[in-house]
T-cell receptor, first 113, second 116 residues
Framework: AQTVTQSQPEMSVQEAETVTLSCTYD???????LFWYKQPPSRQMILVIR??????QNATENRFSVNFQKAAKSFSLKISDSQLGDAAMYFC??????????FGKGTKLSVKP | GAVVSQHPSRVICKSGTSVKIECRSL??????MFWYRQFPKKSLMLMAT?????????EQGVEKDKFLINHASLTLSTLTVTSAHPEDSSFYIC????????????FGDGTRLSIL
């Protein structure tokens, strides 16, 4: 069975600084997707970034980028120039052949002004 | 972009009643929808996979008779919590894949269910 592990329950960053959230996963599948989702207090699930496993190039979306290490099964999220609005729960998620998402336990990110 | 509407957003009801939650894809056809449950300060856990025109596939430990899922059309899946009790209080959220099964899936805004 696939698993997703986020080892940082909470992280804090100063506004305008950079922070990296860690995620590791385990799978025997060769074709899969990895995602980072943001969940603010409203509990909406907001897609931050996604990575297809077959792509070697790391995905980027404006201030958000990932470090995808397929052999190490690692998928970290870097947030640059952190903003107050980035404060939220961040979930790392895996999707394989079944299509459903398997989530990590989440990291609560605080942004200090 | 693809929109999934989930209704109601908030439900408060007495113990013993049944509650129906709707998940509707507004601008695309969804052959597969997923139902997740999230306890406070916890992660999302898959409850079941709903496929249009067939029986839902439930995850281990999820009671089929307690959580009835119907996916009668390509745009609508419903989750009915039958004879709800306080321990069923939770945040329920659906997501949908389009007919091609392309990721990412699209989430509804969730339903906060409180059973008194």
């Amino acid at each position: 069975a696939q698993t997703v592990t986020q080892s940082q329950p909470e992280m804090s960053v100063q506004e305008a600084e950079t922070v990296t959230l860690s995620c590791t996963y385990d799978t025997s599948e060769s074709d899969y997707y990895l995602f980072w989702y943001k969940q603010p207090p409203s509990r909406q699930m907001i897609l931050v970034i996604r990575q297809e496993a077959y792509k070697q190039q790391n995905a980027t979306e404006n201030r958000f980028s990932v470090n995808f290490q397929k052999a190490a099964k690692s998928f970290s999220l870097k947030i640059s120039d952190s903003q107050l609005g980035d404060a939220a729960m961040y979930f790392c998620a895996y999707s394989g052949g079944q299509g459903n998402l398997i989530f990590g336990k989440g990291t609560k990110l605080s942004v200090k002004p | 972009g693809a929109v999934v509407s989930q209704h109601p957003s908030r439900v408060i009801c007495k113990s013993g009643t049944s509650v129906k939650i709707e998940c509707r894809s507004l601008d695309f056809q969804a052959t597969t929808m997923f139902w997740y449950r999230q306890f406070p300060k916890k992660s999302l856990m898959l409850m079941a996979t709903s496929n249009e025109g067939s029986k839902a596939t439930y995850e281990q430990g999820v009671e089929k008779d307690k959580f009835l899922i119907n996916h009668a059309s390509l745009t609508l899946s419903t989750l009915t919590v039958t004879s709800a009790h306080p321990e069923d209080s939770s945040f329920y959220i659906c997501s949908a894949l389009d007919r091609d099964g392309d990721q990412p899936q699209h989430f509804g805004d969730g339903t906060r269910l409180s059973i008194l």
